[in-house]
């Protein structure tokens, strides 16, 4: 079992940055890759974000690319997603999640979730 606490979400100005923490516990975590993931009202949950725990293999959504950073702290098992230049579209509960091994840009791929942090961008 794998248990994933976020936050660092809320409000922000368009043009704005905001950094979300992914705090993971249970399991040898370093075996699993974590995705970041979000969900806009009335649309499916989208791949935004991967990283790996072991290398730190980053992987992005064009929509993203350039302008958000996924990272991790082995030390303290929490992964990041630094978002820059956020924009109103940004708007969007994210979501941390994990699986064994690899990471892949399908949801249904991702065993355990966070409990979401909404990230409102304001125009």
């Known amino acids: 079992q794998v248990q994933l606490v976020e936050s660092g979400g809320g409000l922000v100005q368009a043009g704005g940055s905001l950094r979300l923490s992914c705090a993971a516990s249970g399991r040898t975590i370093s075996n699993y890759a974590m995705g970041w993931f979000r969900q806009a009202p009335g649309k499916e949950r989208e791949f935004v974000a991967s990283?790996?725990?072991?290398?730190?293999?980053?992987y992005y959504a064009d929509s993203v690319k350039g302008r958000f950073t996924a990272s991790r702290d082995s030390a303290k098992n929490t992964v990041y997603l630094q978002m820059n230049s956020l924009q109103p579209e940004d708007t969007a509960v994210y979501y941390c999640a994990a699986r064994p091994f690899s990471a892949t840009t399908n949801r249904g791929n991702y065993t355990y979730w966070g409990q979401g942090a909404q990230v409102p961008v304001s125009s």
């Open positions: 990283i790996t725990w072991s290398r730190g293999t980053t």
